[in-house]
């Protein structure tokens, strides 16, 4: 599975967008971007994936650039409890296991 | 509320003991997935069992093993428990290849 890089923190006004980047430079063509969160010491929990589509659901959007190097990540109106740390994965679709990193914890504040 | 449920939430023991965690998965998930997340090492990928049978396998110790059941609930059993195993062990199931949901995990303390 390719390696995912991001940066370890953010802060986002609430009610701004909060925009969260991903780099995947060693994806390949089978490889999905996930991306999860996990709010204190609660279970991961999942928002959203995409193969080469922007995609968007009702908690998030996500972009994926031409060449699927990097995503990022959209919560279009933060709340305070958008706090959390966020994890892009990238997973091929026949391997099961999620590969976390380190994730970006991202902070609302009011 | 992921539709995945773990028990217990907490549990506390000591050093040599062993313990066994349950998960039930989603209704209609065949896959089950357990993951360790520690300080120090973050989430890890243990194992994965498929509808009974073991799937993957990850940095999973020998002490530790799981196992599904008929009715496709899981355990994973942890014994001659050590300090570092103190952790939360969490289960996700998924229909196989799709996106796996989590349960609330099992915070384990090891005294």
């Known amino acids: 599975d390719a390696k995912t890089t991001q940066p370890p923190s953010m802060d986002c006004a609430e009610g701004r967008a909060a925009n969260l980047p991903c780099n995947h430079s060693?994806?390949?063509?089978?490889?999905?971007v996930y991306w999860y969160r996990q709010i204190h010491s609660q279970g991961p929990q999942y928002i959203i994936h995409?193969?080469?589509n922007n995609e968007t659901n009702e908690m998030a959007s996500l972009i994926i650039t031409e060449d699927r190097k990097s995503s990022t990540l959209i919560l279009p109106h933060a709340t305070l409890r958008d706090t959390a740390v966020y994890y892009c994965?990238?997973?091929?679709?026949?391997?099961?296991?999620?590969?976390f990193g380190t994730g970006t914890r991202l902070q609302v504040f009011p | 509320d992921s539709g995945v449920t773990q028990t217990p939430k907490h549990l506390i023991t000591a050093t040599g003991q062993r313990v066994t965690l349950r998960c039930s998965p989603r209704?209609?998930?065949?896959?089950v997935y357990w993951y360790q997340q520690s300080l120090d090492q973050g989430l890890q990928f243990l194992i994965q069992?498929?509808?009974?049978?073991?799937?993957a396998k990850g940095n999973i110790l020998e002490r530790f093993s799981a196992q599904q059941f008929p009715d496709l609930h899981s355990e994973l059993n942890l014994s001659s428990l050590e300090l570092g195993d103190s952790a939360l062990y969490f289960c996700?199931?998924?229909?196989?290849?799709?996106?796996?949901?989590f349960g609330p995990g099992t915070r384990l303390t090891v005294l």
């Open positions: 209704s209609g998930d065949l896959s």
């Open positions: 996700a199931s998924s229909v196989v290849g799709d996106t796996q949901y």
């Open positions: 069992y498929y509808n009974g049978e073991e799937r």
């Open positions: 060693t994806i390949s063509g089978n490889e999905y």
């Open positions: 994965i990238v997973r091929a679709y026949n391997t099961d296991k999620l590969i």
């Open positions: 995409g193969l080469k």
